[in-house]
């Protein structure tokens, strides 16, 4: 998988998320204790810990910005800019955004920080807590043409973490369609939502599928330093979160001991 090995240098990537703070009009924004301030200071420790604990990449996402949005308020990107611009110079790896849920706003937030990467829902349409999820495809991959984001690469997600599909597919075969419409440049298998592991034969099947399109496929939830070596066995990457945050809960922030733990680990699997 070239495009991967160029950007991280390595055969099967590991990318850690980075979970932003609630922004302001987030409904887990809390009045007198969270500010943009402190998410610039918490996303800077974050930051730091990912690092010096030897991930290939980092994802910035508004990940507490629940529920989302298919229209995600503009506050929402203009405080990942803030957070990212601050943070550039400190960067060192290749990093990326997910903007949830509002990938034709991701795009131009992309744009704006110099963005490696983007992961989201870029095609479907599904039905979840949050109601109907129906992306525009066209619109999203003309928009991210209008930008001049050619070398941007695209993670689509490829079943929808908390949302099941209208219909029902066979996701295996669902992922050759979408290589075949919309050329992603990874799909990401998850699990029910953050944390949650992804399903071994899921990414099995949608690899053997779709390997031969040279088209990577990532475990994007519920990797841990137990399951790593597992995971990257059976797929070409992993996107992890949870696991490297202070014992392994979603609402915490990041644990350097726990992300060297689960680095060592991944280098013995890769």
Same mark, same amino acid.
């Given at each position: 998988?070239?495009?991967?090995?160029?950007?991280?240098?390595?055969?099967?990537?590991? +990318?850690?998320?980075?979970?932003?703070?609630?922004?302001?009009?987030?409904?887990?924004?809390?009045?007198?204790?969270?500010?943009?301030?402190?998410?610039?200071?918490? !996303?800077?420790?974050?930051?730091? !810990?990912?690092?010096?604990?030897?991930?290939?990449?980092?994802?910035?996402?508004?990940?507490?910005?629940?529920?989302?949005?298919?229209?995600?308020?503009?506050?929402?990107?203009?405080?990942?800019?803030?957070?990212?611009?601050?943070?550039?110079?400190? +960067?060192?790896?290749?990093?990326?955004?997910?903007?949830?849920?509002?990938?034709?706003? !991701?795009?131009?937030?992309? !744009?704006?920080?110099?963005?490696?990467?983007?992961?989201?829902?870029?095609?479907?349409?599904?039905?979840?807590?949050?109601?109907?999820?129906?992306?525009?495809?066209?619109?999203?991959?003309?928009?991210?043409?209008?930008?001049?984001?050619?070398?941007?690469?695209?993670?689509?997600?490829?079943?929808?973490?908390?949302?099941?599909?209208?219909?029902?597919?066979?996701?295996?075969?669902?992922?050759?369609?979408?290589?075949?419409?919309?050329?992603?440049?990874?799909?990401?298998?998850?699990?029910?939502?953050?944390?949650?592991?992804?399903?071994?034969?899921? +990414?099995?099947?949608?690899?053997?599928?779709?390997?031969?399109?040279?088209?990577?496929?990532?475990?994007?939830?519920?990797?841990?330093?137990?399951?790593?070596?597992?995971?990257?066995?059976?797929?070409?990457?992993?996107?992890?979160?949870?696991?490297?945050?202070?014992?392994?809960?979603?609402?915490?922030?990041?644990?350097?001991?726990?992300?060297?733990?689960?680095?060592?680990?991944?280098?013995?699997?890769?």
């Amino acid at each position: 998988m070239t495009w991967t090995k160029d950007m991280f240098g390595v055969e099967k990537p590991i +990318i850690a998320l980075l979970h932003c703070n609630p922004f302001p009009g987030d409904p887990r924004f809390e009045d007198g204790v969270d500010s943009m301030e402190k998410a610039v200071v918490d !996303a800077r420790n974050d930051l730091h !810990a990912l690092q010096e604990g030897g991930v290939d990449g980092v994802l910035f996402s508004n990940e507490f910005s629940f529920p989302y949005q298919a229209k995600a308020e503009p506050v929402q990107a203009c405080g990942m800019s803030r957070i990212i611009g601050e943070l550039k110079g400190e +960067i060192k790896v290749p990093f990326g955004i997910d903007l949830e849920a509002d990938p034709m706003l !991701a795009m131009d937030l992309a !744009a704006a920080v110099d963005a490696c990467f983007i992961r989201g829902t870029f095609t479907g349409t599904y039905v979840g807590v949050g109601g109907i999820t129906c992306p525009d495809t066209g619109a999203i991959l003309r928009r991210k043409k209008a930008l001049g984001l050619k070398n941007v690469k695209l993670l689509y997600f490829l079943n929808n973490e908390s949302d099941s599909y209208m219909t029902p597919v066979d996701y295996p075969d669902l992922a050759g369609e979408i290589i075949f419409n919309c050329e992603p440049d990874a799909l990401c298998v998850t699990g029910a939502h953050a944390g949650v592991e992804a399903r071994n034969t899921m +990414i099995e099947k949608t690899r053997e599928k779709v390997h031969h399109l040279g088209v990577p496929v990532f475990a994007a939830t519920g990797c841990n330093a137990t399951n790593i070596r597992e995971k990257l066995a059976i797929s070409d990457g992993a996107l992890v979160g949870t696991c490297l945050k202070e014992g392994g809960k979603f609402k915490n922030h990041v644990d350097l001991a726990r992300v060297k733990e689960f680095m060592s680990q991944a280098r013995a699997g890769a």
